[in-house]
């Protein structure tokens, strides 16, 4: 083919092969939407007319429709090719040679979480005849092995949540007083009951067998109860706190002294590090574990009992105080910082974070005898949970962090499933994992 130059200046440049050969002014049909172009050449035109005889409500729809199907364009021609389909780099789903299931590279998009609904009755509710309401003892706790220890006066009682059954553990004579305080190990075999004649039992839950007793450090009632580990922490109505070597014939291995009235509460953190104590003296108390010095005060305005160490952020600890402020603070444990405070119109007796979201629990006295559930940090009231005719004194949360269990002066002991459904917590924790590595269907090479 010859080609005629009408500008001799600027001669011919032939297209290299590997370009299309398309000529810019000649539409390219493969491209063009042929059935649009039919109906702009027929139709189209007669919409374009001035619409003199139409009603505004019949021009309103027909711009609507025009959007909808797409009917605004103007260029009937296509000159270019339409784009190609974008190729996937890596496959989606690869079959290996060794299995005949495939696995999945991209994960699906987790769906949106329902919104969860708080049942504001109890599920469960037994008798727990002759507790004693007082508060500052501790006469409740939840252990890892799923069972529930309480104290009724001189007795402890043992109830198994995985299977409904009850148990007496022990029993103790006048002479001994009544049990002030129960703490069950990590472990959630051995239990650690406090007695009012000063003395603290270690007891092996499974076997019903008592280990031993400690003896010679408070000279009053142990109302207050920590395991970390090894070490059994006690509060007594002296004003002392022990840390004890369970292990040791010696058991006494520090004391912490800052409190001049009875200890009601203490609480290790996660870390193992700190330790909080709240005490009838209106003072908060952090102690470093390292050392037998208190590594900060907080003054407050009446007995706190309630604390609880914030589970997803370090160094946070919530506290409650009694009648006479009816406060939730936030404390940061490492400036002392108050970094908050809601007023809950109620006494304070008990406080629970969630382990899986970001809400905060508490159980209150007069006037209200309710449980709370609060949206943490905004502090709004989620839910409030009502069952019981008295103060609500002790809490405990069950190992897989849903169900939490109530005791009043009302000599119930009620359970809630507050912060979640227990069955699809387990279904969840049996359900398979989705493996999120990436190149996961990559043979390996062993």
């Known amino acids: 083919m010859i080609y005629s130059n009408p ?5 011919h440049q032939r297209r290299s092969s590997s370009e299309e050969n398309l000529d810019r002014f000649i539409p390219n049909r493969s491209a063009m939407d042929m059935g649009y172009a039919h109906w702009m050449v027929t ?17 309103a729809y027909r711009r609507l429709l025009a959007e909808t199907l797409n009917l605004n364009r103007t260029r009937i021609f296509a000159f270019k090719n339409k784009p190609p389909v974008p ?60 069972i ?17 059954s009850t148990s007496e553990l022990v029993t103790v004579d006048e002479e001994h007083g009544l049990f002030t305080s129960v703490n069950w190990a990590p472990d959630g075999r051995h239990l650690a009951i406090g007695l009012e004649n000063s003395e603290v039992q270690l007891w092996d839950a499974a076997s019903n067998k008592q280990l031993r007793t400690l003896k010679g450090g408070h000279r009053c009632r142990v109302g207050s109860l920590a395991w970390n580990n090894h070490i059994l922490t006690t509060g007594g109505m002296d004003g002392l706190i022990m840390n004890n070597d369970v292990r040791i014939r010696d058991h006494i291995v520090g004391t912490y002294r800052g409190h001049s009235q009875e200890v009601c509460g203490l609480k290790w953190s996660a870390s193992g590090q700190q330790l909080a104590s709240g005490g009838n003296d209106n003072l908060i108390h952090i102690w470093d574990r390292r050392r037998s010095s208190m590594a900060a005060a ?68 007069f006037t209200g005898n309710q449980l709370t559930l609060w949206k943490y940090p905004s502090m709004v009231k989620t839910a409030e949970l009502r069952g019981h005719t008295s103060r609500v004194l002790f809490l405990a949360q069950s190992p897989d962090g849903c169900t939490v269990a109530s005791a009043a002066g009302d000599e119930t002991l009620r359970f809630w499933n507050v912060f979640g459904d227990p069955a699809e917590a387990a279904r969840e924790k049996s359900a398979p994992k989705a493996n999120s590595e990436p190149f996961s269907w990559v043979n390996r090479i062993r």
């Open 7 to 11: 500008n001799p200046r600027f001669p």
């Open 43 to 59: 139709e189209g035109r007669k919409e374009k007319e001035p619409p003199f005889s139409r009603s505004p409500s019949s021009e």
């Open 87 to 146: 190729v996937e780099l890596i496959p989606r789903q690869h079959t290996s040679s060794s299995a005949s299931s495939s696995s999945t590279y991209h994960q699906q998009p987790k769906p949106a979480k329902p919104r969860r609904r708080i049942r504001q009755t109890s599920e469960r509710a037994l008798d727990a005849p002759d507790i004693v309401d007082d508060f500052y003892l501790n006469l409740l706790d939840w252990g890892s092995s799923n």
């Open 148 to 164: 529930v220890a309480i104290a009724l006066a001189r007795s402890v009682y043992l109830w198994d949540a995985s299977h409904g």
């Open 298 to 365: 907080h003054q407050w305005l009446h007995t706190v009992r309630a604390l609880a160490w914030c589970p997803f952020q370090a160094n946070l600890l919530a506290s409650g105080g009694g009648g006479g402020d009816m406060s939730i603070k936030f404390w940061n444990t490492i400036t002392g910082a108050c970094l908050n405070s809601a007023n809950t119109y109620a006494q304070v007796c008990g406080l629970l974070w969630s382990k899986s979201e970001r809400e905060l629990l508490s159980s209150h006295g």
